[in-house]
């Protein structure tokens, strides 16, 4: 049997002693959590949803104190979710006078449940309401929500929470597209979970991107609305205006009135700023030479306001409110486009003041 030669029998021993060095730094990164591979947001948001044959997909039902933690943005976020999967533990459907419909920022996405604005309104006017805010959520889904609880339980008033994402183009099946590419997006191959890929090989591939966001001098992230992807749920379609999506749109809003009219439920439409368009004046200094996402976000709601108002129900914009209280105080995360718990408070005062006044 021939002897290795010297200069493989070096090369193989070298090699092996890369590979143990390898092994014994994974090892420790893992144990200590140094190299635990941060989740992508789809796969923070797929780990506590389940598919529905109406919605999409909704909520798990039942969940116990159920955390998720987005580490890049430092949020966390811990929920509690009854039979239906809506963030109602303990609450009586029959019994509550008041309801709220929207995506993530009426389920209060990363804010402890007793403070987004649903839970601080019920503080506030003592009497139980209910939350059928769900992350993801549009006009597809709110329709459902209106014909499957609303027409169900007739609530005296239900209050519509409209975002710029609500604005794109509507699709009935837009529920199963999210969850299905959630879904696949919630998998990944085992060597990214590795120390080598997660500090070396993800950060090259990083630097390689063109950056989609950028730091205002307040500390907030802003994201270039020209070069967000479709998908991230930042801001209004670019083609909305110009398609046959603001049609879709308003003849959903338009079905939603006439449901609420039909089972004498009084309606209140509140439509929701970005987070980019609350705050304009970064957003311009930051990306000159891209406002049209925001016009077109300024003019849809303004579309989806005088359609409302055509109809007799109170439709109230907060992007003003909420641009006139930025200075003062950080409304929304730093990284994340969702408010922070000012952002609630501001936005359940605004809610109060109008159902007081009314």
């Not at 994402?165 to 879904?183: M, R």
């Not at 046959?244 to 939603?256: F, N, P, Q, T």
Request: some cysteine.
């Amino acid at each position: 049997m021939q002897k290795i030669k010297p200069w493989l029998q070096n090369l193989l021993l070298m090699l092996a002693g890369v590979l143990v060095g390898l092994l014994i730094v994974e090892t420790f990164a893992i144990s200590t959590g140094v190299a635990a591979p941060q989740k992508s947001k789809a796969q923070i948001f797929y780990q506590f949803i389940q598919p529905d044959a109406q919605l999409g997909y909704k909520p798990k039902s039942n969940l116990k104190d159920f955390k998720t933690v987005w580490q890049e943005a430092k949020v966390a976020e811990v929920a509690n979710t009854d039979s239906y999967g809506f963030r109602n533990l303990g609450r009586d459907y029959t019994k509550s006078d008041l309801y709220f419909i929207g995506d993530s920022f009426t389920w209060g996405q990363w804010v402890s449940e007793e403070k987004t604005f649903p839970r601080l309104i019920e503080s506030e006017l003592k009497q139980s309401v209910i939350n059928l805010g769900v992350p993801g959520y549009s006009f597809a889904q709110y329709e459902t929500l209106f014909n499957e609880f609303i027409a169900k339980y007739k609530p005296n008033t239900v209050i519509l929470s409209i975002v710029a994402n609500d604005l794109t183009n509507y699709s009935s099946d837009i529920g199963q597209k999210i969850y299905d590419t959630l879904k696949a997006r919630s998998f990944s191959p085992w060597y990214e979970k590795t120390f080598l890929y997660e500090f070396v090989l993800k950060t090259n591939k990083k630097s390689l991107q063109i950056p989609i966001s950028k730091e205002a001098k307040n500390g907030l992230t802003l994201f270039d609305l020209s070069l967000a992807q479709p998908e991230s749920g930042v801001g209004v379609d670019s083609d909305y205006l110009t398609s046959d999506g603001v049609v879709k749109v308003e003849a959903a809003l338009s079905r939603i009135i006439n449901l609420t009219k039909k089972n004498q439920v009084k309606l209140f439409v509140f439509l929701v700023p970005s987070k980019e368009s609350a705050y304009i004046n970064d957003y311009v200094q930051l990306f000159p030479d891209d406002v049209t996402l925001l016009k077109n976000e300024e003019i849809g709601y303004k579309r989806l306001c005088d359609l409302a108002k055509s109809k007799e129900v109170n439709c109230i914009n907060l992007t003003d409110n909420f641009r006139k209280n930025t200075k003062q105080e950080k409304l929304y995360f730093d990284i994340d486009g969702h408010w922070n718990p000012a952002g609630h408070q501001l936005a359940a005062k605004a809610i109060l003041d109008t159902l007081n006044n009314s």
